[in-house]
Nanobody, 122 residues
Framework: QVQLVESGGGLVQAGGSLRLSCAAS????????MGWFRQAPGKEREFVAA????????YYADSVKGRFTISRDNAKNTVTLQMNSLKPEDTAVYYC???????????????WGQGTQVTVSS
């Protein structure tokens, strides 16, 4: 079993920055990937970014490329999502997840955090 706990959400003005963190505990898998997804009210959960624990290879949704950066600290079992140049359309609950492949589908991830709210005002 893996436990994931997100932190760092909040309210920010458009153009601002936020930094989300996800701490993993329990039975972690070194060959797994960590992903960030988000879900806005009335919308499906969508892929934001992912990173492989072992190689640090990163993957991004087109909508966040150049603005968001995902990174990991293996020693601390923590993954961070640095979000810059935020837009109102980035407003959503952000979820941390982990699974065997860094794909864009939520179905590829096995464990999920409880989510953290990010609100970007215009």
């Amino acid at each position: 079993q893996v436990q994931l706990v997100e932190s760092g959400g909040g309210l920010v003005q458009a153009g601002g920055s936020l930094r989300l963190s996800c701490a993993a505990s329990g039975r972690t898998y070194s060959n797994y990937a960590m992903g960030w997804f988000r879900q806005a009210p009335g919308k499906e959960r969508e892929f934001v970014a992912a990173i492989r624990w072992s190689t640090s290879t990163t993957y991004y949704a087109d909508s966040v490329k150049g603005r968001f950066t995902i990174s990991r600290d293996n020693a601390k079992n923590t993954v961070t999502l640095q979000m810059n140049s935020l837009k109102p359309e980035d407003t959503a609950v952000y979820y941390c997840s982990t699974g065997p492949r860094p794909g864009p589908s939520p179905d590829e991830y096995r464990y999920w955090g409880q989510g953290t709210q990010v609100t970007v005002s215009s």
